[in-house]
């Protein structure tokens, strides 16, 4: 018996053994047509499987279905056949062309182990098996272990899912332990500022008082302010061959220079007091006190104010006047065409007004700078320089405004209106309506100042600089530790040098941080927008970056945004 099961007589062929082991497959040969017979081999070798066609003395009928139990019958269905071999096989057949073709192939199943970048999953890829040797189990784990996959972390339910299955692509099979890095220091604020949100407050019977929009949170000295936590030691990782994978231990995050009014408690030095009493302040990483100034007005007779400090006006500021403070400035009156400066943020109850010849369009002298936040109920004839948001409930009229965030105009209630002048926001513009039906000219514009870029650039100057310096001290510290000479004027400068260290590195830390800050605002108004909730009238300028996109007819709520370098609608 041959491979296929059929018989060979000494000297012949497979097909020719064939045609002798069944004379039904035969057609008769002489001087009519010529007749064919059909007879399979199998090359063990090289898996494939071979058909003959070889001249009969008899013709048989034989059909595709009659051809494909023939190969069934000899054990060959489950091959991978070629596309169209049958017919092709049928053809030649019935056509007595003579000779040897291959018409399938017996192929084992393939099993493909790879492992992620990261090291931590082992996925495994089959494909079918073809009269072949199928996937199983034990397959799947030599092949695992032939990876070297820890045996360990082998997810026994995934190999016995994968060789129940046909074929199965990319199922993890084996899973590692990521590590745990460890957690930077952490502050935690012991003080409730959330009752300072700058926004009118209701009473019990629903009448909402427009002039008390902020109350200042005043503590006494001592009063616990920040609580800090130390960093966390990492916890090791094994990937999935069983190797440790390292992370880093969090790293301990100094407190910024600019806690002022704060000391450590006596008892617990990681919590922070209240050094005198005054108003907390939340900055990134810590807490400051300042010093409030309470007034009940500011014109003429109180002149103007200077303040190291926060200063509360409960109610007008009158025209002429000048109030620079550190902290935040909050009037819960009007101002009118005076001048404020915030070193925080600027909260103006009412509105704030310039000069009638600014409100008309002119020449905007005025101006209230923060280096938080803005937030009035109106403003008109003015210029406004916010260092966050720029808020304002009804109308921005002939401004000149500014504001290193976003400008929101009627988000939470009131028109929304900005007309005239210029609107810059460098990480985007909402607002009702933009523009006019007398089609005033209005300038909105998004994307990044040039002020922003230049901070950068100052800043990492600055890094490049303390870097270099700190190159130094090091340098010259590690000389002075070599030196063997001992000595108090030694152990003195040595303690110097380290001192001078420490306050290179807690400067760099800061510079860090704020290179940062700027870099999270620059990429927040790369994909800065201009949006009108109900209308957009011509005269309206809208730029965003380089792109300047003027409107020439009337629209309704319209988003603005700049894709490949030009302003589209969306």
């Known amino acids: 018996m041959a491979q296929d099961g059929s018989t060979d007589d000494a000297g012949s062929s497979p097909a020719a053994a064939g045609a002798e082991q069944d004379p039904a497959w035969a057609d008769e040969v ?13 090359d063990e070798d090289s898996n494939v499987l071979y058909a003959s066609v070889v001249p009969a003395d008899e013709s048989a009928l034989l059909d595709l279905d009659g051809l494909r139990q023939l190969i069934d019958a000899h054990g060959f269905g489950d091959f991978h056949f070629q596309p169209d071999a ?52 034990g397959r799947i784990r030599e092949a695992l272990a032939a990876e070297e996959i820890s045996e360990e972390l082998i997810i026994s339910r995934a190999v016995a899912e994968a060789a129940g299955q046909r074929e199965v ?29 700058s926004r009118p407050r209701e009473d019990e019977h629903g009448n909402v008082d427009h002039y008390s929009v902020r109350e200042f949170l005043v503590v006494e000295a001592g009063t616990p302010l920040l609580r800090k936590y130390p960093p966390t030691r990492a916890v090791a990782g094994r990937d999935v061959y069983g190797k ?80 620079i403070a550190s902290g935040d400035i909050t009037v819960k009156g009007t101002v009118e065409n005076a001048f404020l400066e915030a070193g925080g943020d600027l909260v103006v109850g009412r509105g704030i007004t310039g000069s009638e010849v600014a409100m008309n369009g ?59 002048g210029t609107c810059h926001g460098c990480q985007g513009i909402a607002a009702r309506v933009i523009g006019s039906h007398a089609n005033v000219r209005t300038r909105v514009k998004v994307g990044v100042h040039e002020e922003l870029r230049r901070s950068q650039r100052e800043a990492l100057d600055e890094r490049r600089a303390l870097k ?30 380290s001192r001078t260290i420490q306050d290179f590195e807690r400067r760099t ?3 860090n941080g704020c290179i940062d800050a700027i870099a999270e605002r620059i990429a927040s108004s790369e994909a800065a927008a201009v949006v009108s909730d109900q209308r957009v009238f011509p005269g309206t300028l809208v730029e965003i970056g380089d792109a300047v996109l003027p409107l020439r007819s009337e629209s309704p709520g319209t988003r603005f945004v700049c894709r490949a370098g030009e302003i589209q609608t969306a």
């Open 169 to 197: 692509k990319d199922l993890v099979v084996a899973r590692g332990v990521p590590p745990e890095p460890g957690i930077d220091s952490r502050t935690e604020l012991l003080v409730d500022l959330e009752c300072e949100v």
């Open 244 to 323: 440790a994978i390292s992370a880093p231990d969090g790293k301990d995050i100094p407190y910024p220079k600019d806690m002022t009014g704060v000391r450590a408690a006596g008892d617990d030095p990681e919590v922070m007091v209240a050094d005198y009493k005054g108003h907390p302040v939340a900055i990134p990483g810590g807490i400051r006190v300042d010093k409030t100034l309470p007034l009940d007005f500011v014109d003429l007779r109180t002149g103007n104010i200077h303040f190291d400090g926060s200063v509360l006006v409960a109610n007008d500021v009158a025209a002429g006047v000048t109030i």
């Open 30 to 42: 002489g001087e009519g047509p010529a007749h064919a017979a059909l007879s399979l081999s199998f």
């Open 468 to 497: 270099d310096r700190l190159e130094q001290l090091n340098t010259m510290l590690a000389s002075m530790q070599e030196d063997h000479v001992d000595g108090d004027g030694r152990d003195n400068l040595i303690e110097k040098v």
């Open 509 to 511: 830390a800061e510079v």
């Open 362 to 420: 002119g020449q905007r002298e005025v101006m209230l700078e923060a280096g938080g936040s803005i937030h009035a109920a109106f403003a008109s004839g003015v210029r406004l320089r916010a260092g966050q948001d720029l808020v304002v409930k009804e109308y921005l009229n002939h401004c000149d405004s500014y504001a290193a965030g976003q400008v929101l105009v009627g988000q939470s209630g009131g028109h929304g209106v900005i007309v005239g």
């Open 86 to 137: 049958l017919e092709g096989l049928m053809r030649r057949l019935n056509g007595a062309e003579y000779g040897d073709v291959a018409i399938a192939t017996r192929v084992d199943a393939g099993i493909t182990v790879s492992v992620s970048a990261d090291g931590l999953t082992a996925l495994l890829t089959t494909s079918p098996a073809w009269g072949g040797v199928p996937v199983t189990e």
